[in-house]
Antibody, heavy 120, light 108 residues
Framework: QLQLQESGPGLLKSSETLSLTCTVS??????????WGWFRQPPGKGLEWIAS???????YYNPSLKSRVTISVDTSNNQFSLKLSSVTATDTAVYYC????????????WGKGTTVTVSS | EIVLTQSPGTLSLSPGERATLSCRAS???????LAWYQQKPGQAPRLLIH???SRATGIPDRFSGSGSGTDFTLTISRLEPEDFAVYYC?????????FGQGTKLEIK
């Protein structure tokens, strides 16, 4: 059974760069049928898409975050990663990594999420 | 950008009752790209429905989705205690994902 696990620092200061990694187990990240992505959910609020990547390297980003976000993939380690620069308190959220179906754009596997807090 | 509006914001029902949750889009959404998720406190969302009406793997048949164009519905035919949660609709269009704000289904 495919599982996703987020890892990264739980606490950052304003202006720092957030770096998160998602490790894929129980399956290969090198599948043509899926994208891999990041979402986040601020405390008590709804879900926001951040970015997505295919193992061959094609990427797409939420325009509202694009200037601060980089997504990358490491097929040798079955991982993909997120970098978010110049964080502020509004970036405080639970961050989820997901598997996204390639043709119909739904998220069928989610990591458990990791809480990121940005302090001033 | 397509905006999804879910109603009601909160739905209070009893186990055994039927729940009807609405998701309205600001412009037409392809049925292929409309999904529903369930989220319980402290947990990640879980995919329930994709393609507007196709149940995801392992989802009980009391969950069903319908609709087209700008109006979509998630129906839970007979509520079980474990169904009380927050439900989100989601769409994809023009390289952008968006979610509704959620409907909280609570025990009456």
């Amino acid at each position: 059974q495919l599982q996703l696990q987020e890892s990264g620092p739980g606490l950052l200061k304003s202006s720092e760069t957030l770096s998160l990694t998602c490790t894929v187990s129980g399956g290969s990240i090198s599948s043509t049928s899926y994208y891999w992505g990041w979402f986040r959910q601020p405390p008590g609020k709804g879900l926001e898409w951040i970015a997505s990547i295919h193992y061959r390297g094609s990427t797409y980003y939420n325009p509202s975050l694009k200037s601060r976000v980089t997504i990358s993939v490491d097929t040798s380690n079955n991982q993909f990663s997120l970098k978010l620069s110049s964080v502020t308190a509004t970036d405080t959220a639970v961050y989820y990594c997901v598997r996204q179906e390639y043709y119909y754009f739904y998220m069928d596997v989610w990591g458990k999420g990791t809480t990121v807090t940005v302090s001033s | 950008e397509i905006v999804l509006t879910q109603s009601p914001g909160t739905l209070s029902l009893s186990p055994g009752e039927r729940a009807t949750l609405s998701c309205r889009a600001s412009q037409s959404v392809s049925t292929s790209y409309l999904a529903w998720y369930q989220q319980k406190p402290g947990q990640a969302p879980r995919l329930l429905i994709h393609g507007a009406s196709s149940r995801a793997t392992g989802i009980p048949d009391r969950f069903s989705g319908s609709g087209s164009g700008t109006d979509f519905t998630l129906t839970i035919s007979r509520l079980e205690p474990e169904d009380f949660a927050v439900y989100y609709c989601q769409q994809y269009d023009n390289s952008l994902y968006s979610f509704g704000q959620g409907t909280k289904l609570e025990i009456k």
